[in-house]
């Protein structure tokens, strides 16, 4: 059935967990991060206080907070060294790859961070990833554009800093515009976290045989590249770009999506767990608006967007299947408007989804949770008996 096999015989931690982190209900598309809703979070709280929620379970006070971003900035320097792993990429590696390889290099700069046996061991472990992350993603975005890298300013908000180092701009261009730093900080708390989904289930799994939380989140960043998974903003984007190239013909691209000889699905639509509006999907496409209008952009690929959720929306294929936009639908939208190459995009949806791997992975560690070890259903042959070649 594709999916993880609960077996009656006690067999523990089949794929299946239980956890307290997120809730999600795909039929009323609902989605909360410690109880508090997707909708009051983007709309009253930063990126950092929802990573501190996620991880450690309650809405900071603000001595907490600061002194989490003041430990997350003491550690936000990156070993050298990783510039000589950087440069040892090519130019056309794809971000995701070449993020994945840092992530998991930085085990070697921090060897402390691989056997954590006490809470203050995993304290370090998730301030040093919250500060060193952001440079690791600003780095892979300019060495693919071929720009001179930038070390950030510790003087700046968390996700202001992200920005500088991604455009390597003067801080007033942030500091001064918060369109861009409002936008971005929306986009990463909707993608925070998401209950037990490929690639955070990527992370516990990998992160239950003990394995440190570095090589945990390269795992994570591996399955979320797929175009079905995070990979999807990105190929969204080159679907609507195709459908525009094609004189904006989004009926042709239905009835591809309809075909079943055709492989092309539509992408940023459907969902394993939604049989409804993804509810991030929801707040992404009113930022895009308000976005692009506060940048004075006039995109035609959002104009194309939304005939195309029209029409799928209206399709009695699409409505059979219970097939909506989902959060991968406009959010590439936005990252374009922003200046973001559409190759970065799922490194986005990274960079937002880190602060919610790091609880979940967190969450399995505290609970001494035992390796994750999933079991199958045996369709293989019968036993039989070996022959010999001569007689195969
Ligand atoms: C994310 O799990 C998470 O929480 C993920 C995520 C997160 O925050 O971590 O929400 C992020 O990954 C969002 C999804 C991004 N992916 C895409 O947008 C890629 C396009 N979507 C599809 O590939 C698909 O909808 C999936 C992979 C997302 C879900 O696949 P399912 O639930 O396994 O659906 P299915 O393959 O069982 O399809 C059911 C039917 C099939 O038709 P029938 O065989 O019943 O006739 O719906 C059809 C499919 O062919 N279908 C689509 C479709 N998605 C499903 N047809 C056309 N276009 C699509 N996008």
């Known amino acids: 059935t594709g999916g993880y096999i609960t077996l009656d015989s006690g067999y523990k931690n089949t794929g299946s967990c239980e956890s307290a982190v997120t809730f999600l209900d795909g039929e009323k598309g609902i989605l909360r991060y410690r109880g508090y809703t997707i909708e009051e979070l983007a709309e009253k709280a930063d990126f950092l206080e929802v990573a501190y929620l996620l991880i450690f379970g309650d809405l900071p006070k603000k001595e ?6 003041e430990d997350i900035k003491r550690n936000s320097l990156v070993d050298e060294d990783i510039h000589k792993i950087l440069d040892a990429f090519p130019k056309a590696a794809h971000p995701m790859g070449v993020l994945s390889s840092l992530t998991s290099a930085l085990t070697a700069f921090n060897p402390g961070s691989v056997d954590v046996t006490s809470e203050q061991d995993m304290y370090n472990s998730v301030v040093r990833i919250l500060g060193k992350f952001p440079v690791l993603v600003a780095w892979t975005m300019r060495k693919k554009s071929g720009l001179p890298l930038d070390y950030g300013d510790k003087s700046l908000g968390y996700v202001e800093n992200i920005l500088k180092m991604m455009f390597k701009v003067p801080n007033e261009e942030y500091t001064q515009n ?17 209950e037990q989904n490929c690639s955070t289930s990527t992370v516990r799994i990998t992160g239950s045989s003990h394995a440190g ?12 590249w797929g175009p079905l998974h995070g990979g999807a903003n990105q190929a969204v984007l080159e679907m609507l770009e195709a459908i525009k190239e094609d004189g904006g013909d989004t009926k042709k691209y239905m009835a591809k999506a309809k075909d079943k000889n055709d492989p092309f699905r539509l992408m940023g639509f459907g969902h394993r767990v939604y049989k409804n509006f993804d509810p991030r999907a929801r707040i992404i496409k009113k930022a895009a608006d308000e976005v692009l209008g506060d940048l004075g952009v006039e995109d035609p690929i959002l104009d194309i967007a939304k005939g195309l959720e029209k029409e799928a929306l209206e399709d009695q294929y699409f409505v059979d299947r219970k097939l909506y936009p989902n959060v ?4 590439g939208i936005i990252y374009r408007a922003m200046g973001i190459p559409t190759e ?7 960079l937002g989804r880190l602060p919610g791997w790091i609880a979940q992975w967190r969450e399995m560690r505290l609970r001494k949770e035992p390796i994750g070890r999933p079991r199958q259903l045996y369709i293989g042959e019968t036993e039989r008996s070996f ?3 001569s007689e195969r």
């Open 178 to 194: 918060p369109i861009l730093v409002n936008a971005l900080d929306k986009l990463l708390i909707l993608h925070a976290d998401h």
């Open 344 to 350: 970065m995009f799922t490194v986005m949806f990274a």
């Open 328 to 331: 991968d639908f406009y959010s």
């Open 64 to 69: 907490q907070l600061d002194k989490f971003h």
């Open 213 to 224: 939380l570095f090589a945990s989140l390269s795992a994570g960043i591996s399955a979320l």
């Open 387 to 389: 022959e010999p070649i």
